[in-house]
């Protein structure tokens, strides 16, 4: 079979066509000619206004499975990843049971060997998630966990942060956390500033995410090693972050694709699909997080996916789940930073850089290749609905909005799918 | 028939002055109907009214029973102290077999902030907010500032005091957010644990000295001291709340000028309140509960007669 992506724009600085238009054709899921000339083929992609980078590749999701296949599992959830345009993604370990023998991560790869989308692990960094003892890393890394976290869980205790960072070093493991202090969040169900004091509503305060930051990194001084701080969503945090760079230490940081698209007075009608932990923050610190990505400070953007079923989130607010859905809608929202930030910039945040944190291979766009590409149209307008979602899960802010920008065709593993 | 600018009474946020306005003068007739030998007005026959508590309550849910029977609305109850989701049921299952009994109006007290307006959105029936955690509690902002106008002669200018539990008070903001609108100044006091970090942005004054707030306020709303609904300490003790944020005569005695107290309910005595000042001619709190009545006539009444609903 050969595919024809006919007069695409590449966006790939590491060319010198980057930015030019090619003809590439994929035969066999192999990268068999680019060129500007014309030639045969089976099938042709073309669009006006189409552009190609190297697969997409979301570093933090949840696809439910084993445990809440109710809100999504690898089925659902890779069909949702590859419709927004993901050839690879690495999954947190907050399933039931939580991913943190070597049974459960081949589980999750199990169909990595022929499927379009690659799943990568990501096991506990301590047993069942509870943050007393650490797991067994280096098996674990064996096995194929690409990192070790406590997913959806801060890492609380010092000691045990200290000896992961510690434990780590032997094959350069990241370890990754999401800095919440719990102490100050008890009770919290949204951002802590002049809207919860008008919903009358227990704010989390964005110290509670600083703190948590600041320790760590005299922590990773201290040991050595290196850290990812997964969903950062401060002013705050970027600065401490863009500081620590600036002294040298391995520190790497990743935003949600959703705390770039709305702020905390999304919550005035009690709507639980803007509840997110950590919360949707005020404007000022959405306008920090666009400078940190644009000065290299947030290396990421990611989807944190995060299904949940209507029972989850159609209920009271405070009794509502946290998390949004956004495997598909996460394009939509870099689109609408374009203004802000530049394209090859935002392609970089979800292709080249979560696989150098990650130490996976990055794929190429060259003859002889295996094409691991993504095709996407910045013009096309689609709404998420029943008809297009293809979660499980329904709990997005956008859904039933009109969104600007999809997937149209991706490649990878000697598969493809268009007309996504 | 003028009416308000929504089919629901969630909260006093979403509320614009005139229909503050128009809530006052309707409870005006309404207090004038109440203190007649003959109590009740025909206005909500054939209008099915649930009074829906998921926490506990007696005045508030007696003041609405006694404004809808005397309203001649039909009356249901349900309550249940533990929450809809301890029980098994949804919030949303419980309140639509409800209406599935044809019920044209809920009032709703639920411990969840925005309860009411979850409702608002996924049911029909007209909702009336009876309180919502820690959110609003319109009605009794509507009768504490109806109560002042009444002894004050306005709001326009009045300078009110809320004291004590700000953080976990409903009554707190939605008399912040009413007095506003009706032109009066407002001060928040109480120990800096219980007064929200960004309160100030909601243009209220803030002061830690009970003496200071009460020097310059002409209405201290003393709140109730909510120990049930705090689950973390804000404060070290009672004993110590009471020497430094409770309200005594002497204290009062000591000011050199006179100042209307008001109280939600139900007071704690010799906590927020000495029963020298609870009882005193200074104390409108008695009023407050008439007024209450009058109030939630008004609001059941407007909102019944809105040609949308």
């Known amino acids: 079979m050969r595919v024809l992506l006919k007069s695409v724009e590449v966006i790939d600085p590491r060319y010198s066509f980057h930015r030019k238009k090619r003809n590439i054709l994929i035969k066999n899921g192999t990268i068999s000619s680019i060129s500007t000339q014309d030639v045969t083929s089976d099938k042709i992609i073309e669009g006006k206004g189409l552009l190609v980078s190297i697969g997409w590749f979301d570093m933090r999701a949840s696809f439910c499975d084993p445990g809440f296949e109710q809100k999504e599992d690898i089925v659902s959830g890779s069909r949702a990843a590859h419709t927004g345009g993901f050839t690879e993604v690495a999954l947190l370990p907050n399933t039931n049971p939580v991913i943190q023998t070597k049974n459960e991560i081949s589980y999750i790869i199990a169909n990595n060997s022929h499927s379009l989308v690659q799943l990568h692990p990501m096991a506990c960094a301590t047993v069942g998630t509870e943050g007393e003892a650490i797991t067994e890393m280096i098996d674990l890394h064996q096995a194929g966990a690409v990192a070790f976290t406590d997913g959806e869980k801060p890492i609380w205790h010092t000691d045990v942060l200290l000896k992961s960072l510690m434990y780590l070093q032997k094959f350069d493991g990241l370890l990754i956390n999401r800095a919440e202090d719990q102490f100050l969040t008890t009770f919290g169900t949204m951002n802590e500033g002049v809207t919860s004091t008008q919903l009358g509503m227990k704010g989390m305060p964005n110290l509670s995410e600083e703190l948590m930051i600041e320790r760590d990194i005299r922590l990773l001084q201290y040991a050595g090693g290196k850290i990812h701080f997964s969903n950062i969503s401060t002013e705050n945090s970027v600065e401490l972050i863009r500081q620590a760079k600036k002294k040298g230490l391995s520190i790497t940081c990743d935003v949600a694709a959703h705390q770039l698209a709305f702020d905390d007075t999304a919550l005035v009608d009690f709507d639980t699909n803007f509840k997110v932990n950590p919360p949707l923050r005020s404007k000022k610190d959405v306008k920090a997080l666009i400078n940190g990505l644009k000065d290299g400070t947030i290396d990421v953007i990611v989807s944190s996916h995060s299904p949940q079923d209507e029972e989850s989130k159609k209920v009271e607010f405070d009794l509502a789940e946290f998390g949004v859905t956004g495997l598909q809608t996460l394009y939509p929202v870099l689109n609408s930073l374009e203004d802000k930030l530049d394209l090859n910039l935002l392609i970089e945040k979800i292709t080249i850089s979560p696989r150098t944190i990650l130490h996976l291979p990055i794929p190429e766009i060259k003859v002889g290749s295996p094409a691991n590409l993504t095709v996407f149209d910045p013009e096309q307008e689609w709404v998420l609905d029943d008809h297009s979602n293809q979660s499980k899960s329904r709990n997005s802010p956008f859904y039933n909005k009109t969104l600007s920008g999809k997937a149209v065709a991706v490649f990878n593993n000697g598969k493809w799918e268009f007309n996504l | ?309």
């Not at chain 2, 203190?35 to 007696?58: G, H, M, Q, W």
């Not at chain 2, 902030?113 to 959105?121: R, T, V």
């Not at chain 2, 909510?226 to 430094?244: A, D």
């Open chain 2, 1 to 309: 028939m003028q009416s308000l600018s929504s089919k629901n009474l969630l909260g006093i946020k979403e509320l614009h002055r005139k229909d503050l306005e128009l809530i006052f003068e309707t409870a005006d007739s309404f207090k004038e109907v109440i203190n007649r030998p003959i109590k009740k007005v025909p206005s909500l026959r054939d209008i099915t009214i649930a009074n829906v508590f998921f926490e506990n309550s007696t005045r508030t849910r007696l003041s609405f029973e006694l404004a809808e029977k005397r309203l001649s609305a039909d009356v249901i109850n349900f309550s249940s102290s533990s929450s809809s989701v301890k029980k098994g049921e949804t919030l949303l299952d419980t309140v639509n077999n409800i209406l599935a009994m044809k019920v044209d109006m809920v009032v709703i007290r639920h411990p969840s902030p925005g309860a009411p307006h979850f409702l608002a959105k996924h049911v029909n029936a007209n909702i009336v907010n009876a309180g919502d955690g820690t959110h609003e509690h319109p009605t009794q902002a509507l009768l504490d500032s109806y109560s002042i106008r009444e002894k004050h002669g306005a709001l326009e200018g009045i300078k009110v005091a809320i004291i004590g539990d700000i953080l976990h008070s409903r009554v707190a903001l939605s008399n912040i957010f009413a007095l506003q609108k009706l032109g009066s100044q407002v001060m928040v006091c109480g120990p800096n644990t219980l007064l929200p970090k960004y309160i100030r942005e909601l243009g209220v004054q803030v002061e830690l000295d009970i003496r200071k707030a009460l020097e310059w306020c002409d209405v201290a709303n003393v709140l109730r001291i909510q120990l049930e609904r705090q689950k973390i300490k804000y404060f070290p003790s009672i004993r110590e709340y009471t020497l430094y944020y409770g309200i005594n005569k002497k204290l009062l005695d000591s000011l050199n000028k006179e100042i209307t107290i008001m109280h939600p309910g139900p007071i704690n005595r010799g906590v927020e309140l000495s029963s020298d000042v609870a009882d005193s001619e200074h104390a409108i709190i008695m009023d407050q509960v008439e007024n209450g009545v009058a109030i939630r006539m008004a609001v059941l009444y407007l909102l019944a007669g809105d040609p949308q609903a």
